[in-house]
Structures are given as structure tokens and as C-alpha cells.
């Protein structure tokens, strides 16, 4: 079982996966997920650091060839910049055995989405989720596919925006998307939306300062067209229209458009 | 509140949507979300047909309003081409007091997370979900930014790929796919995933046929880089490594590379 847990609330934990973690022998995550689960006498966690995905994975399927049932959890959901994919890798390149497995990914809710719901609807329209962390792939691509997105009129998830390892991936980014969006785009913080030290903070494209994000943020970029709906409470609505207009991929508005 | 009720099963409702239903007087939905629900005595259903999303989202806030507990329900996340955005164009086009509302969105496991997660890891690197409608968009914008995704090297999931209204749009999507991707890429067809009524297609862009989708499935179209992985039960695993090499964004590969 490859389990997303959601973002941190128990609210937000579909029934299936907490069955699936409840009926699970070994658990195998990230310590601050396993952290989250509540285990029962014959259960056993199997904790390890973030970097060591395929190792954890490996270990999993090694577990439940042997007959175990095996749980691997990841906070949002597993099929995003999470363990599922690790899984296959692992599968692809193990012994043949491991292909009999039965194996099953079941959802969550992923960041990008339980962030949105708390400022409103800025993923309303076509929308993008990519991963600013290097470590997997080279920072050239991760700028080009930052201009294409935001020059085709895609809202922009931002994903591992930055971390100790990686200190100035986020601000590069803004400033890619700076030459290609409105200077007044709004962009998004959410930091463990719907959990007790929840930080939602809104800022437009111009002062979106890097500082505001911790490895643990999603950032949502909006495009030309997404919008602020000013509130009594202080807190604007941000969305971004289901219309969209000829021209809508900002090709008028002097970006690097695609086509 | 706006809910998501997530992609069908019961397994995949949270427990803050179920609690949210539970809670409210008056429900307002297309019918066949509010078909899913099972309401006390005191609630009533507000159904209405799914081209109403606008006028749907007044008359929740205008019962709002009026001191009622109102509900919208979504099937999958209601910020992904669902009610979160309809209800926030019409606060900004309402009256002031519609502002003051005390308004929350519920997030849910949207249709391309639960498609995925049957399959594989498909949407295990950068990705992007696109709705296919242009019924709100011009069609020239849809192609625009397909080539624009599909040339970045982005995983694409298509929302709302054909109805019985737009029949044509699919079909010509995967030619402007097929123009820029591999024709051995793989093409995930998911409908109803996780449901009794579940059907899951894995195809070659080259052999991607519109007739395998109706207006409920959603499908993942791969990067050149999503992998088959043969397994004996006969479904292989989907997925797109968490890796990617410099040239990812299918520049090599004679694509309309964006940068």
C-alpha cells in the first residue's frame, strides 16, 4: 500500500487510507508523516530521512515479498513528487518477484489543493505543478518549463520551493516568471494549510519575497488573469475566472509566449 | 461551505466533506453529486444542471445570506474546473454582503489524482491539467497550450474531454499531441476510478481513440519520459520518473520546444 495522508489535518484523511494504515504490519515513511499516525501494539515503523526515497521503497517491497503487509505513507498525495513513482522505479529495476505484488496507490489530497481551498479558487483554470528542487533535475529545465507555463497562461504550483540545500532556486524563479507575468500577479504562500500553525500569506508577483516559504510551502503563481476579491475580514478571495479570452496565454502582454 | 466529495467512492470522501454535508440545510449541486449523498430530514437538495454553475453559486450565497446553511457540493476538488471559482466570480459581482460571508472551501482527491494513483505514478514529475471545454475558452487557446505543456516535457491531465456538444475537440487534441510527443507515448483513460463502475485504458498515443472517453473519464497523456513496466496480472504500472536528464523538455525530439 503507497498511502497519501493529506496535508496534515485529520479532517482531510480519506477513510480508505486511514483503513489502510490501520491494517498495516510495517510502516515506511518520511519520520514527520509516520509522526502523524497513531500505531497499535503489533504495528512497527519504519522511519527514514527524505532523501532516501528509493532505499525506503526498496525496503517495502523487499517486506512485502516476504509476506508482510507493508505501508508506505506520504503527506498529500503519493503520485505527487512522492513515493509512488519510487515505488515503480524500485519495482522496475528489482527482481521480477516484486511485479507479482499486489500494490496499491491510494490518493490524497495534494497541496497545491488544500492551499487553493483556503484562499479561494486561483487553480480555477489551467493550472501546472512543478517541483523547484534540483536535486532531480537540472535547474535549466526547470526555468524553461517556468516560462512556458507562465507564457502559455498557466497558474503555476510550486512544489520543494527551497530548503537549505537549495537557498536561491525560489527567488530565480520569481524572477523567470517576473519577466514573463504581470508584475501584479498574485502569488500564494500556504504553509500545513488546514493544520494548527496553518500560514497563508498573499502577495503580488512584485514582492513575493522567498523568505516567506519554508521547505514545507506550496506557492501557487497565478496567471494574468487570476484576480483579488478584497473582504471586510482583511483576507481577499483569490481566484482565477473560468473564461478565458483570445489571447488569454499573454501573448499581448509582450510574454515569451509558446506558439 | 463548497465541497469536494472527491472522485466516487465513499473510501475517498474526508471526513471534514462528510461532516460538512452533514451539517448543512440546503444542498446545491448537479444532480448526479447530490445523487450520492444520503440527507437527513431536515435537509433539502438543490439540483440543478450542469451548465448552471454561475446562477447555482448565487443562489447558495443568496441563502447564505439569508441565514441559511448552504452547501455546494463538487465531485473531485471543487478548485479544479468546479464550483470554488463560480462562487467567487459571483461574490465579486454580487452585492457587498456576499463578501462579508463566512465562506470555506473543502478540498477533495480530484478525478487525475485518483485516475493516477490506479495505474501507477503518471503524474510523478512536473504536470498539468487542462479542461478540454471550450465552452469558456477559445479553442485556438486549448491547442496553444498543449503544444506549450507537451513541448516543456509536462505529464497533461485532460479535464472534460468530450461531450456529446463537443465531440470533434479530443480527437483533434491528440493530433496536436502527436505532432510534438512520441507516438509510443503512454495515454491513461480513467473513468470513474475507484467506483464499481471503474474503466481504466492504457493506450499509445498513437492508438489514443477519443471513443475510449466520455465526458466523466479523465486522461493522462505521458512526457516522452512516462514508463511501462510489464506485470504478469497483464496491467502494467504508469509512471514518470522522478528524475529527468537536461533535454527532458523533448527538445532533442524534433518537439516545439518553448525556450
Redesign the interface.
Given at each position: 500500500m503507497i498511502v497519501?495522508l493529506?496535508p496534515g489535518?485529520?479532517?482531510?484523511?480519506?477513510?480508505?487510507a486511514a483503513?489502510a494504515v490501520a491494517e498495516a504490519e510495517l510502516l515506511f515513511g518520511y519520520k514527520p508523516y509516520l509522526d502523524r499516525l497513531t500505531l497499535g501494539p503489533g504495528q512497527r515503523r519504519q522511519p527514514s530521512d527524505n532523501r532516501e526515497?528509493l532505499s525506503r521503497a526498496e525496503a517495502a517491497l523487499a517486506a512485502a515479498a516476504a509476506g508482510r503487509r507493508a505501508c508506505l505513507v506520504s503527506g498529500g498525495?503519493?503520485?505527487?513528487?512522492a513515493m509512488?513513482?519510487?515505488?515503480?522505479?524500485a519495482?522496475?529495476r528489482g527482481p521480477d518477484a516484486w511485479?507479482?505484488l499486489d500494490?496499491a496507490?491510494?490518493?490524497?489530497?495534494?497541496a497545491m489543493?488544500?492551499v487553493?481551498?483556503?484562499v479561494?479558487?486561483?487553480?480555477?483554470?489551467?493550472?501546472?505543478?512543478?517541483?523547484l528542487s534540483d536535486n532531480?533535475?537540472?535547474w535549466?529545465?526547470v526555468?524553461?518549463?517556468l516560462?512556458?507555463?507562465a507564457?502559455?497562461?498557466?497558474v503555476i504550483a510550486l512544489y520543494n520551493p527551497i530548503s537549505r540545500a537549495r537557498p536561491w532556486q525560489l527567488g530565480r524563479a520569481f524572477e523567470r516568471l517576473a519577466a514573463v507575468l504581470p508584475a501584479s500577479t498574485p502569488v500564494v504562500f500556504g504553509r500545513a494549510a488546514g493544520r494548527l500553525d496553518e500560514r497563508i500569506a498573499i502577495r503580488r508577483l512584485a514582492e513575493a519575497d522567498p523568505a516567506l516559504a519554508d521547505m514545507a510551502t506550496c506557492i501557487i503563481v497565478g496567471s494574468p488573469h487570476t484576480?483579488l476579491?478584497?473582504?471586510?475580514?482583511g483576507q481577499p478571495?483569490v481566484?482565477?475566472?473560468?473564461?478565458?479570452?483570445?489571447g488569454?496565454?499573454n501573448a499581448a502582454a509582450g510574454g515569451?509566449?509558446?506558439?
Open positions: 497519501g493529506g489535518a485529520t479532517g482531510q484523511v480519506t477513510p480508505e483503513a526515497e498525495d503519493p503520485g505527487v513528487f509512488a513513482a519510487a515505488v515503480c522505479e519495482v522496475e511485479r507479482a500494490i496507490v491510494l490518493p490524497g489530497v495534494t489543493l488544500a487553493a481551498a483556503r479561494g479558487a486561483p487553480l480555477g483554470h489551467d493550472f501546472c505543478a512543478i517541483s532531480l533535475k537540472p535549466p529545465l526555468e524553461r518549463r516560462t512556458a507555463a507564457g502559455a497562461g498557466f484576480r476579491v478584497d473582504r471586510p475580514d478571495l481566484y482565477t475566472p473560468r473564461f478565458a479570452a483570445a488569454a496565454d515569451e509566449a509558446s506558439a
